[in-house]
């Protein structure tokens, strides 16, 4: 595995960063949809994101990450109890995967030469605490989908197959990114995301240079650079486990809930998914900021990563779907 | 003979590209057979690290690895093939034209891993249309377009391997002056070129060059030099310039100002001098504009079509690698990757009670044809009833539309039939195969009232969205005078209602629908062009023709 490139680093795509940094805050957002245009980083700071989180406690040997020993699967035959230090799993999905290797199935080896039944764990399994990260989502075939879709919100994996039944948890964040030239979602895909975010390449020519700047400092002179940029990705870490831990107290307010419905309703989104989604990630938001309390600025800035990839098209509104909810917006929250 | 500067530029990015692979990534010739393309290919073997061949249809097994089946057979326990990628090296692929999606992406997530890998596109597209996936080539940092006089070059030099080897040992030392960042970002900006991975491909590029040439630091002279070699091809635009050739093509958008203004300030690096910027334009592609539209018309197709365009049944079309799956009336079972696939169990299944079983199956192993079907195109016919439409021509119209209906079910394309008159439209038939029925119902078409343009657009526009998400790809056939008289909303104002007949007709073109427009008014009209024009539709008048020529004139739109 080579190097990523750190996090802070990123120039620019801040929006990016703190969707990522959201879910990291409240794994339950329901994953990121990144769209963008070629060559914005998307893959970047998907992958640079990994080596920022904190790492996780597991028991050692454990195919689903699990933290205590009670919590490791039967078919895993853990003995150990020894609890390891791991870094937070990414779990990259490569296109033209079978289900086989998502899901888990049958050991073939140990079938084969032993003619025993044991379970063999998929990417699911090893992405239970962590990531999953799904590049060129829209390329990726439908039944694997819809089978990602079906985990990641049921947070349980079973197998039934080869005379095997298998359950275990996959716990994941899903990430997928996509560039919208290459194919649109499915919608029924779309809102199955809790947030989604367009990144275009930064226009400012100052900026693009700097882009450029660090790009080449990180891969021709790729130690000292890593060496400048630990404090802030640490200060990130560290932001992010303190919101972790304020995110139970935050609190929310009758008023704000009244907030996230109207706008909710207001957009005409379909189900109440969106309006869950606006409040926890705006939660998640507060705590990150250290607000004791969710107002109407986190509102204001969730609300088009929350709820801009479940509007309906107007045929009549020229305006790009972020646009309509930040004029919404600001129409209800004033 | 003078040697052609073009067949130079593929030299040096062959040799850049033998000094750093990873950091390249690769390039792109677009050449069909020549003898330049046969010298190129031969220069290939001589680059230094594996070389492999590779062609758009290869698997996934072959590329990234697999189980060898007879070989986990004979051994008793699995035996993994090594795909190409596993070793690091060049990948040459031939005909990279007809590369589809699914492998673009994979190769690009090679790529992108970083294990130094290499990709080398032979594109022998013919027509601007036919070009490799643009996310793959905004990946590789080069790419070569031999003009007449380049094709004819018989041979390419590398430099000695010595040469490349010390070169690659003093690529890490190469210094780079504060401003070449400016510069490159500068130009590219002059360009048009959006995609920040062109002026780091650059800045690789004149790294590598730099180290080729035996100096220290990166001059200016190379980072040009660079610059002709990465950017020509990812230009959208020419730069305003006081070269001859822009001229000749006045609707060139001029740069974004901010580019020029920001280029000026203190630390933003010089602007790109004007000499450099006439260098690169001249490399420009003569048919640039041309691509360009081209271009942005695939790309407004292959958003539009999407996941949905093509649609993976089971019933008929190009065969694709079966999956697991149960048999039902719509499914059959494809015996050779069943039998395949349960072919490793068969030692560990035998039991003394199925012993005499030749084969054990089980209903795991079973597996699905699947084909892709890439004709469910809908045709929304969007039929305007309206007095004024009536009146003139509507009977005609039918005619047409009953040819066009019988094309349709030639080609099995589904179609729906909408109608607009009065205060709204109608789905009269929603989407279906059944020519019958569709006849029935334009026979017993009723005509009158007002024209309510942009409700029958909406419509349209709905009944295209829900078609997409069902997998199809729709297509517009809009039969209409244009004169549109009903607004959405609100009172009756001719105004409003053109206003809001354009309004929809360009939501749908964003949609990235495709269309035809058949104007029915007795003489054509501005008001329909308008909205043919509002929907990116191909514009018939109606002649005083027969029914055959329209649908013959509507077919050769549709099609092409």
Redesign the interface.
């Known amino acids: 595995m080579t190097l990523a490139f750190p996090f802070s680093a990123i120039v620019g795509q801040d929006t990016m960063k703190q969707a990522l940094i959201l879910t990291a805050i409240d794994p339950g957002l329901g994953g990121v949809l990144v769209f963008g245009d070629r060559g914005t980083g998307k893959s970047t700071a998907v992958r640079a994101l990994a080596a920022l989180l904190p790492p996780i406690k597991v028991v050692e040997g454990c195919p689903v990450n699990a933290a205590r020993l009670d919590d490791c699967p039967d078919w895993a035959e853990i003995r150990s109890k020894k609890i390891v230090n791991r870094p937070t799993p990414v779990v990259d999905l490569p296109l033209g995967v079978t289900e086989d290797r998502v899901t888990g199935a049958l050991d073939i080896e140990r079938a084969l030469t032993q003619g025993e039944k044991s379970f063999e764990p998929g990417l699911l399994a090893r992405a239970n605490r962590g990531y999953l990260y799904i590049d060129e989502v829209n390329l990726l075939e439908d039944h694997i989908v819809d089978l990602l879709l079906d985990v990641a919100q049921s947070g349980v994996n079973a197998v039934e197959r080869e005379g095997l039944s298998i359950r275990h948890p996959a716990r994941f964040v899903l990430v997928g990114s996509g560039n919208p030239e290459e194919g649109e979602l499915r919608p029924q895909l779309l809102d199955r995301f809790g947030l989604s975010v367009e990144v275009t390449s930064p226009t400012d020519i100052e900026q693009r240079i700097e882009v450029i700047r660090r790009r080449d400092a990180f891969e021709t002179d790729t130690d000292r650079f890593m060496a400048k940029w630990k404090r802030q990705d640490g200060k990130v870490r560290k932001a992010i486990l303190k919101a972790r831990e304020r995110l139970r107290d935050t609190e929310s307010s009758d008023a704000i809930l009244k907030d996230c419905a109207a706008l909710s309703l207001a957009l005409g989104t379909d189900g109440l998914r969106g309006e869950l989604t606006l409040l926890r990630a705006a939660r998640a938001l507060a705590a990150y900021e250290g607000a004791p309390a969710i107002t109407r600025d986190h509102l204001r800035k969730i609300a088009p990563l929350a709820l801009a990839h479940r509007l309906r098209r107007d045929p009549l509104d020229e305006a790009g779907s972020v646009t309509r909810v930040t004029r919404m917006v600001a129409d209800i929250l004033g | 003979m003078t040697r052609p500067p073009a067949a130079t530029r593929i030299e040096r990015a062959l040799a850049a590209l033998a000094i750093d692979p990873a950091?390249l990534k690769g390039m792109v010739l677009r050449s069909r057979i020549s003898p330049v393309r046969l010298a190129f290919e031969t220069a290939l073997q001589h680059m230094p690290g594996t070389s492999r061949r590779i062609h758009p249809q290869i698997s996934?097994t072959q590329l990234?690895g697999g189980?060898n089946i007879s070989a986990?057979l004979a051994e008793?326990?699995?035996v993994r093939d090594p795909g190409l990628s596993e070793t690091p090296g060049l990948f040459a692929m031939a005909m990279a034209e007809r590369t589809g999606?699914?492998l673009a992406?994979?190769l690009?997530?090679l790529l992108?891993?970083?294990?130094g890998h290499a990709l080398i596109l032979l594109d022998e597209g013919a027509g601007p249309e036919e070009a490799p996936?643009?996310?793959l080539q905004?990946r590789l940092a080069f790419h070569v377009e031999p003009e007449d006089e380049t094709l004819r070059v018989t041979a390419l030099r590398l430099p000695a391997r010595a040469d490349l080897d010390a070169a690659r040992k003093r690529l890490?030392k190469i210094s780079?002056p504060p401003d070449a960042?400016?510069l490159?970002?500068?130009l590219?900006?002059r360009f048009g070129i959006?995609?920040?991975?062109?002026?780091?491909l650059a800045?690789?590029a004149a790294?590598a060059l730099a180290a080729l040439d035996r100096e220290t630091a990166v001059s200016e002279a190379t980072l040009l030099e660079a610059a002709e070699l990465v950017y020509p091809s990812r230009a959208t635009l020419v730069p305003e310039t006081e070269s001859p050739r822009d001229e000749a093509q006045p609707e060139t958008p001029p740069p974004?100002e901010?580019?020029t203004e920001?280029?000026d300030?203190p630390?933003?690096?010089d602007l790109p001098d004007e000499i450099v910027v006439q260098a690169i334009a001249a490399l420009l592609p003569t048919d640039i504009l041309d691509r360009l539209k081209i271009a942005r018309a695939t790309?407004a197709r292959?958003?539009?079509?999407?996941?949905?365009a093509k649609r993976?049944g089971n019933r008929r079309g190009r065969p694709l690698p079966s999956?697991?799956g149960r048999p039902s009336q719509e499914a059959r079972i494809d015996p050779v990757a069943t039998l395949r696939s349960a072919a490793?169990?068969q030692?560990?299944r035998r039991t003394p009670q199925n012993a005499h079983r030749p084969v054990i199956i089980?209903p795991?192993d079973i597996r699905l044809r699947r084909y892709e079907d890439r004709s469910d195109r809908l045709l929304i016919f969007t039929v305007d009833a309206s007095g004024s439409a009536a009146v003139a021509r509507l009977a005609e119209a039918k005619g047409a539309v009953e040819l066009m209906l019988a094309r349709a079910y030639a080609r099995r394309d589904h179609v729906a039939l909408l109608a607009f008159r009065g205060d709204g439209a109608e789905l009269l038939l929603p989407p279906t195969r059944s020519l019958v029925q569709a006849k029935r119902q334009l026979s017993s078409l009723p005509g009158g009232g007002g024209t309510p343009l942009a409700a029958g657009?909406?419509a349209a526009?709905?009944l295209a969205?829900h078609a997409r998400?069902r997998g199809m790809s729709p297509t517009l056939v809009l039969l209409t005078d244009g004169r549109a008289n009903v607004p959405?909303k609100g009172e009756a104002s001719r105004t409003a209602a053109v206003n809001?007949a354009e309004?929809?007709a360009?939501?749908?073109a964003?949609?990235g629908v495709p269309g035809v427009l058949v104007d029915t008014s007795n003489r054509p009209a501005e008001t329909a062009r308008n909205i043919a024009a509002r929907l990116g539709a191909t514009y018939l008048p109606l002649p005083r023709a027969d029914a055959q020529k329209i649908s013959a004139s509507v077919s050769t739109a549709l099609e092409g």
């Open positions: 950091g996934d990234f189980l986990s008793g326990r699995p999606a699914e992406a994979r690009s997530q992108d891993r970083d294990a996936p643009a996310g905004d890490g780079v960042l400016g490159l970002v500068g590219a900006a959006d995609s920040l991975r062109a002026p780091l800045m690789r790294r974004p901010d580019s920001n280029a300030g630390s933003g690096g790309q292959a958003a539009s079509s999407g996941a949905g993976r999956r697991p490793p169990w030692r560990l089980y795991s657009l909406v526009s709905e969205q998400g959405l809001d309004t929809v360009a939501g749908l964003r949609q």
